[in-house]
């Protein structure tokens, strides 16, 4: 049995099923069934504190979209904020969902994000260039915290964009195993390193990681950013 299957087994055993609000998918791999990976979902994030009060209010527009500008003042050990609100009588664009279309569309049409993981106990996040293969995102790396901490853990890669002007802006979001596939002879692996895959940052690059799209989700507001292909 291959180190990968090996380790798709471990993740398997050590996870329960939970609450999770994002969409999962399901891809096959060669012989890989990675079904078993939509159950590892945490339980929802809440935030304890209710957001009434005045500033909140202008803050988030009370339902309403607003832009807001805000200065703090320290006064006796307490922090005074002035809230300026703008726009308040704007409906409330809210965000929106993409579809897995939609996303993947993006995912190909770009080729900057990030990368998040752990890195010696704690959270680590990276630009990378990248090109997206369905289900995989793949990047080129060399020696340091990504091929250390990275291969046979579960990971996350994000891209966005926004309008400077705040008008518009989208992202997606990818969670999944990262892999290896450096001397990976399997005839996906040799494929995948056959891709162009061009770096901006200097620097020599001879590893090859990748990210499989266990959970795929994208939200947008504004105008829907265009992803059919240029």
């Not at 996870?15 to 998918?25: A, E, K, L, V």
């Not at 994030?45 to 320290?74: D, H, I, K, W, Y």
């Not at 940052?201 to 265009?226: C, E, H, I, M, Q």
């Amino acid at each position: 049995m291959s180190s990968c299957a090996l380790f798709l087994q471990s993740f398997r055993s050590d996870h329960t099923t939970r609450s999770h609000p994002h969409r999962r998918r399901t891809p096959a791999i060669g012989s890989l069934d990675l079904s078993f990976l939509a159950s590892a979902r945490p339980s929802p994030v809440r935030n304890s504190r209710p957001r009434t009060s005045a500033a909140e209010n202008a803050r988030t527009g009370s339902g309403r979209s607003a832009l807001v500008a805000s200065t703090e003042q320290v006064h006796d050990g307490f922090v005074e904020e002035h809230v300026i609100a703008t726009g308040l009588d704007e409906p409330d664009r809210g965000l929106l969902e993409l579809s897995d279309q939609e996303a993947v569309a993006l995912l190909r049409n770009h080729h900057f994000g990030r990368l998040a993981f752990a890195h010696e106990s704690w959270p680590l996040i990276l630009p990378v260039n990248y090109v997206y293969d369905d289900p995989q995102v793949v990047v080129r790396t060399g020696p340091g915290a990504k091929l250390d901490e990275m291969p046979f853990h579960a990971v996350a890669f994000e891209v966005d964009d926004m309008d400077p002007a705040g008008e518009w802006g989208w992202s997606v979001l990818i969670q999944g195993p990262a892999f290896d596939i450096t001397d990976a002879t399997d005839e996906r692996s040799v494929r995948l390193r056959g891709l162009v895959l061009e770096s901006v940052a200097p620097g020599t690059r001879v590893n090859w990681l990748t990210v499989t799209a266990v959970r795929l989700s994208a939200r947008y507001f504004g105008p829907k950013p265009l992803t059919a292909a240029p």
